[in-house]
């Protein structure tokens, strides 16, 4: 909704009457504005009745406002504010009088004299000026609407102070060269760097829409599991590369040197049977590459078939999928504020992911199926054993002298039984490790430590006599078990070390990696050259208008940044909201070919269509800024999105100018000879405080931006850039004088005068002449008329009537 001007200074009553029926009368289209503010003359009020009638039977005006300018007439030595019966109280329209458009600096309390406001220039017709733009904003115009209700007549003389920030000028300039700069190729509306733009989720099956979003899954959605020689031999090089792991991790376990598969079995069975069917695999892909390569239609889709890969041209509905995935792309680069650089980058991948090509080459060696990878499971490494001089020497010498340590004969067997177990069990692992005949030397080089420990546990015994303190069976039960137990856990230790470095060096995981990587290049060369159909040309052609169409508005950015002088001091607050602007500038000037692809038909190159209209909307937006600033939003823009762009000294204003107290000094439309008219006594004036929205997130730093004036008298506008104090001064009793015929007698028209309308509706809102209610029809009671008899309008004043009507 918005309020419609009509301005009738100087119409004729024919005049004014077309003036009203061109916009609102039969046969005229609705428009969204069911408010006016009728500007009028006070001296052409009486005549324009007609043209009043017309608006209010119109059924087209919910409430309007009259702005009467001039001086009052003058009747018989008296001064009144004349009006006709249509702008009386009672019938939701408010009579504000204008007595000086520019108007005076004057105060309500105390009465001081009035002056000429600084910076207003006489004769300017600022005050007027002003007074309408604030009438202009729907919120303001309903406050009044309102408060003029409860003044006496619905009537009053308008008093205003107001702030607005800076237009156009260095601050808005520097934002825009700033935001443009970062727009077109550094950064768009949210801060930060450039980035690729989000992909969507994974389609179900949509190969297309898949490619334009860019998403990936794990495993490639082309190939279909277990069918097909493809997927045959993918399943088989899996199972046997799982199998080889399965048999490496029971080896390397705590209990490997007890499993039933040793390492060399695995190493001439599991081990190599992975490396065959990985090589297999291979093989196959290689020979379905160049099998396909020339294959084109139908042949190529039965190919396809056979080897278990989806090759059916995407259907109608796909299609659509893929381009409504284009324009979420499109839509979701520009509104996230991603560089529109960076976005024309995105969207030439999409073109080069989606265009078929037809060069298909024979997959690579690497790093898919690396050539050491197949060595290492076709002719994997020999299990590692410790050499004839290694650290587990040290434990094949010590273990035997402890038993040797009884002496004697006693002492002498136990070490040579520990020795012999010693030596069997490191020759026992060997040729489970190597098969027969593996690790002789590391056997006899543990063998001579061993019964080298024998001899040198025996002398010690011999020498420290230690069979005299404990008896050599005591001895020998406590140490044989301790040699078990520190052997067998050495021993077991030192296998599953062993065994962990040996899977280490063949790294089956390399091999799973390899299979998921050849199975990943055959999901991405089905998705590049594969998959079929003419549409799939035509979602690549569009993803490049799209992209020319991006570069376009990018290009037109650069321009208009460099036609601006740098970046110089500017508020964030500012660059934030001209971000924003230039987002849904953006996307304005891509409509085209948003409509495009959302409808399916050939988008062709909008590159030079799509500019001009960036240009132009940037000429406007630019012109937009000098004139009414950051704070109203463009016409491309949401009218709805927060807009914060006062801060530092605008925002300081403009809490000065709402804080004003309704009776200080400000400026009062009204010539200095008619403040005698204005009510200095009886009701009080009404004040409409009103801001721009985004102002009230300043205001809320300093507590409830409602309440944070006393009178809660603050209402919020969604357009328009002024913050102001609007002051609705009564008139006295009496100075306004409402008639529906200007033949009634002027003292009251309590007498039937002829041409006065017939008692019924009309009595119930005419006003008599001296200001005083109409007398009510009979019947009814007076409290029922309408609103300003004498206990509303300040029946007490500090002198005569006659006085001040003169």
Known sequence: MSVRLFDLRGSSPAEALGTVLGELGEGTPLTGADRVVLLDGTRSLSGHTAAYEAVFTSGRVRSAVCVAVGPPTTDAGRRFLDRPGQLGPGRGVATLWVGDTTGVDWGVRPPGPPRPRAGVPAGSGAGLERLLAALGQVEVFDRVVELSGRLPEAAASPGLCWSEPARGGGAADSALAAALRRYASGG??????????????????????????????????????????????ERHARDAVAAAEEALASLSGVGGAFSRATPERVRREELRTAGEALDAYRAHVDGLFRELAPLTGNRLAAALDRAGVRGAPPTREEVDE???????????????????????RDLEEVSRRVAPRDDAAPPPTGPETPDDVLRSLADPPPFPLPGPLSPLLLPAFLLPVLPALAGGLAGLAGGIAAALAWVLAVAAGAQRARGPGGGLPTAA???????????????????????????????????????????????????????????????????????????????????????????????????????????????????????????????????????????????????????????????????????????????????????????????????????????????????????????????????????????????????????????????????????AFPDRSAVWTRAGTLTGVLRLVPLRRGVVRTRWSWTEPPDGGHEDASGRPAPGLEDAFAAGAAGGPAEAPSGEDPADGPRGGAEDRGAGTDRPEEDYLR
């Open 188 to 233: 768009g509306a949210s801060a930060g760097g450039t980035g690729p733009a989000p992909a969507a989720a994974p389609s179900r099956g949509n190969l297309l829409a898949d490619l334009v979003a860019g998403a990936r899954t794990a495993r490639p959605a082309d190939v279909r599991r277990g069918e097909g020689g493809l997927g045959t031999r």
């Open 322 to 344: 893929a381009l409504g995935a284009l324009v979420r792309l499109l839509d979701e680069g520009v509104r996230g504020g991603a560089s529109l650089d960076g976005l024309a």
């Open 445 to 707: 080089a543990h063998a001579v430590a061993a019964f080298s420990g024998v001899l040198a546990g025996a002398g010690a015994g011999g020498a420290l006599r230690i069979g005299l303190v404990v008896p050599p069976p005591v001895w020998l039960s406590l140490a044989v078990p301790a040699c078990a137990v520190a052997g067998g856990g050495v021993l077991l230790y030192t296998w599953s070390r062993l065994a962990r470095r040996w899977r280490d060096r063949i790294a089956p995981e390399r091999a799973d990696a390899s299979v998921t990587a050849l199975a990943a290049l055959v999901d991405r060369r089905a998705r590049e050259s594969w998959y079929p159909g003419a549409a799939r040309s035509g979602v690549a052609d569009a993803a490049r208008s799209a992209q020319g169409a991006v570069r376009a508005v990018a290009d037109a950015f650069a321009g208009a940044a460099a036609a601006l002088p740098p970046p110089s001091s500017h508020p964030e607050e500012l660059e934030a909201v001209v971000r924003s602007d230039l987002s849904a500038l953006a996307r304005a000037a891509l409509e085209p070919v948003r409509a495009g692809l959302r409808s399916g038909a050939p988008v062709g190159d909008l590159s030079r269509r799509v500019r001009g209209t960036a240009t132009d909307l940037l000429e406007g937006y630019r012109d937009h800024l000098a004139r009414v600033g950051a704070h109203v939003p463009p016409r491309f823009a949401d009218p709805d999105t927060p807009r914060r762009v006062q801060g530092g000294p605008d925002l300081d204003r403009a809490l000065d100018t709402l804080r004003v107290d309704p009776d200080d000094r400000m400026l009062q439309l009204c010539d200095p000879g008619h403040l005698s008219l204005l009510g200095e006594s009886g009701p009080p004036v009404r004040v409409v405080r009103f801001a721009p929205y985004s102002l009230r997130a300043g205001v809320a730093a300093y507590g409830d931006p409602d309440s």
